[in-house]
């Protein structure tokens, strides 16, 4: 049926290649035929072979002035420009969307199918935390800023109608779609390439995180908790603007190595003891890869990281979790992990990130799109 369909792909903003763009590159997978628009294209020509080096279709913001290097902030101008794409000509419309993507018009004889990474994070709950890390929680800027996600949120919900079925990538953000849109997502966790790492059962005595250095994910947590280890080794990789924050705080058993390229952040990963997360991630495909390589995770319990995570106390755990975000919680977390360490199998974490794999999102995708499009003529015929 796939050769069949004539469908088209939307993305939010073609920059790197992150989580939501590798949804896209399956869904291409899925639907080879497809074509793709987004609000901007700046890939690399390295990253476009993930694409299958597809021409992309692009809205205005895309020739505006300084667009490859400040496209977000472009983001009150974002709704309007995903209005001008013209997608008229297809029967499906996939869209993969944590800001805009899901706006896109469509028609009564079309069907939308929005695979949602979270509705817009800073124009909803997560407000007055964007707002004050950027250092606009006061002021002018501060007032215009909150107008504008004001806007969005009413521009976010409206759009919510023109999409026929929702798909969430965990419970987490299920919830956050119905507590936001009033509709109900199915979930299909996003592809993790679980494949490209590989089962290390003998491991090192070192600890172990990687993460861009940005404040929410909350990497300050775990340099501090374990500045206060120093018999316990921590080995830090990632780049960003909390770099100096984090080598301010560091002490002699942590080493801040910057970026790295993804074979020596995977060596790190597969050697590690237990890989540390304190982010509240709408999925996190990061334990999920440290699990790939057989290692537990000691993680955050709120967000998708609960989704991923067999807690100690459950047959097979594949880690430990901790309910605060603080570094007493994390220091916590690790004194217990080495109490019970012996009791994480690596296989059994294997396994479990095995769960997540590229080759079964795939078919979960092509088997609801099947699905949902025979009901959809279905209901069109009677």
Partial sequence: MNNELDVGIIGDWFVTYAGSEKVVAEFLEVFPQADLYSVVDFLSEENKVHFKNKPITTTFIQNLPKAKKKYQTYLPLMPLAIEQ???????????SSHAVAKGVLTGPDQLHISYVHSPIRYAWDLQHQYLREAGMDKGVKSMLARWILHKMRIWDCRTANGVDHFI???????????????????????????????????????????????????MDLIVEAFSHMPDKKLVVVGDGPEMPKLKAKATSNIDILGYQSNEVMQEHMRNAK????????????????????????????????LETTIPYGKDSPTGIIFNEQSAQAIKQAVSEFETTADIFDPVACRQNAERFSSERFKSEIEMFVNEKWRHFCDNKNN
Avoid at 85 to 95: A, E, G, M, P, R
């Fill in 85 to 95: 794409l013209d997608v008229s000509k297809h029967d499906i419309i996939l869209s």
């Fill in 168 to 218: 969430a990538n965990s419970k987490f953000i299920a919830r956050r779609i119905k507590k936001v849109y009033g509709r109900d997502a199915d979930v299909i966790y996003p592809p993790v390439d679980v494949e490209r790492f590989t089962l290390n059962e003998k491991k090192d005595d070192y600890y172990f995180t990687a993460s861009r250095l940005v404040p929410y994910k909350r």
């Fill in 274 to 305: 237990a890989f540390v997360f304190a982010a509240e991630e709408d999925f996190g495909i990061t334990p999920v890869e440290a699990q790939a390589c057989g290692t537990p995770v000691i993680i955050f319990g709120k967000g998708g990281g």
